[in-house]
């Protein structure tokens, strides 16, 4: 009988596994999502929209009041009254007949009536101006024609003058002592004189 002796195999089959490295798994640490909130929430902040500018074309016709809110402009025909706290601009084909009560005018065509505006007034080297002009600043290129007077500026007021004080009527002045036992009157006592007796010569007493 035969023994099979099995003595160490050197194969690569027979080699243990080289040992891997561990690996550490990181985990990922989630960030917890907030839950939405109902209540009150503050409200969008709003853009003013821009300020919105009238015109008028050149084929408009307008007899009677104007008014309006934000900018005028007129390039056409106008004949009454234009009031506005707004600005007015007058286009080189406009032709106003009318009273202009307005912030600003700004005049590149003509204009026949009084202007009147709280801050200023600008003729421009085309505008032509028959009235009276009261405003502010006033600002004349040149070339420009204006026919009429014109206030510019604010007068400053003048402070009233002050009163004098009431003067005390003048007293006299105190009289000395001596002067006025000089003009005292003085009462003077006349004695009657007694009659003297005589004695004649020759007359037995």
């Given at each position: 009988m035969f023994k099979k002796v099995i003595g160490n195999d050197h194969s690569a089959a027979s080699r243990p596994a080289p040992s891997l490295p561990e690996v550490h798994r990181q985990e990922s640490h989630a960030v917890p999502t907030?839950?939405?909130s109902y209540g009150a929430q503050p409200a969008p902040t709003r853009i003013a929209p821009p300020a919105t500018r009238n015109v008028l074309s050149s084929d408009v016709e307008i007899k009677g009041t104007v008014k309006f809110t934000n900018d005028l402009v007129v390039d056409g025909k106008i004949e009454g009254e234009i009031f506005s706290d707004g600005n007015l601009i007058v286009g080189e084909n406009a032709r106003i007949k009318a009273e202009v009560k307005t912030s600003t005018v700004v005049v590149y065509g003509k204009v026949h009536g009084n202007l009147t505006a709280t801050d200023r007034v600008e003729l421009k080297a085309s505008a032509e101006v028959v009235g009276d002009i009261k405003a502010k600043t006033l600002s004349i290129e040149a070339?420009?024609?204006?026919?009429?007077?014109?206030?510019?500026?604010?007068?400053?007021?003048?402070?009233?003058?002050a009163k004098a004080p009431a003067q005390a009527p003048a007293q006299a002045p105190a009289q000395t002592p001596a002067q006025t036992t000089a003009q005292a009157p003085v009462k003077a006592t006349v004695v009657p004189e007694t009659p003297k007796q005589g004695t004649l010569l020759g007359t037995n007493t």
């Open positions: 907030p839950a939405p070339g420009a024609i204006f026919v009429g007077k014109s206030t510019v500026g604010t007068p400053a007021q003048v402070p009233a003058p």
